[in-house]
């Protein structure tokens, strides 16, 4: 399969607690987001890499929050300390850039449910 | 503030008529729309793309319109298929973004009855 992966697809943790997620984009592709839905809600941007540089954050991505892409291939995103208003689906997608507009893919999803 | 608006949550469709599907936008500034569609504890696929220097573009069964004096587009799926159910999101680019980052819309629920 050579699209998209993340993983975990599902994790449940207590508030407080710190979790990691991990996405591997399409081989060639250079560009990586992050994005995450909740219930009732459309995908909201939280940030990009080009190659391993991350260039543009969200205000939604407080500072309890990072993301890495540090060979610029796979990426982590990282929550420390999480609360309740976490809990949502966190998607990644990647895109190749060639100069012009091009549809970023995205993977299946890692869903995280604070308790 | 919602840049992208779905303002029909669901759509129900007889199989083998069209699917009309419809997206409004508020910021001028958006270049390059996309549709994509969602199965549940699945990503979202990429469906069909234009850019605001068309008004029409079109991939088999799907062909979107864009409107840009009226900020709209929609998504004309012909004939609609029991497997075209759905949640169909639509999303917008922002122009000269050097990200492409995507904005999305709410969602449209789409129901293809047999």
């Known amino acids: 399969d050579t699209g998209v992966s993340q993983d975990p697809r599902h994790k449940i943790t207590k508030r407080g607690q710190n979790v990691t997620f991990r996405c591997d984009p399409i081989s060639e592709h250079n560009r990586l987001y992050w994005y995450r839905q909740t219930l009732g809600q459309g995908p909201e941007f939280l940030t990009y890499f080009q190659n391993e540089a991350q260039l543009e954050k969200s205000r939604l991505l407080s500072d309890r929050f990072s993301a890495e892409r540090p060979k610029g291939s796979f990426s982590t995103l990282e929550i420390q300390r999480t609360e309740q208003g976490d809990s949502a689906m966190y998607l990644c997608?990647?895109?190749?850039?060639?100069?012009?507009?091009?549809?970023?893919?995205f993977g299946p999803g890692t869903r995280l449910t604070v308790l | 503030d919602q840049q992208v608006k779905q303002n029909s949550p669901s759509l129900s469709v007889q199989e083998g008529r069209i699917s009309i599907l419809n997206c409004d936008y508020t910021n001028s500034m958006f270049d390059y729309f996309l549709w994509y569609k969602k199965y549940p504890a699945e990503g979202p696929t990429f469906l069909i793309s234009i850019s605001s220097i068309k008004d029409k573009n079109e991939d088999g069964r799907f062909t979107v319109f864009l409107n840009k004096s009226a900020k709209h587009l929609s998504l004309h799926i012909v004939p609609s298929q029991p497997g075209d159910s759905a949640v169909y999101f639509c999303?917008?680019?922002?122009?000269?973004?050097?990200?492409?980052?995507?904005?999305f819309g709410t969602g449209t629920l789409l129901a293809v009855q047999p």
């Open positions: 999303a917008a680019s922002p122009f000269g973004g050097a990200t492409n980052k995507l904005i």
């Open positions: 997608a990647s895109s190749l850039d060639t100069g012009s507009y091009n549809e970023q893919f």
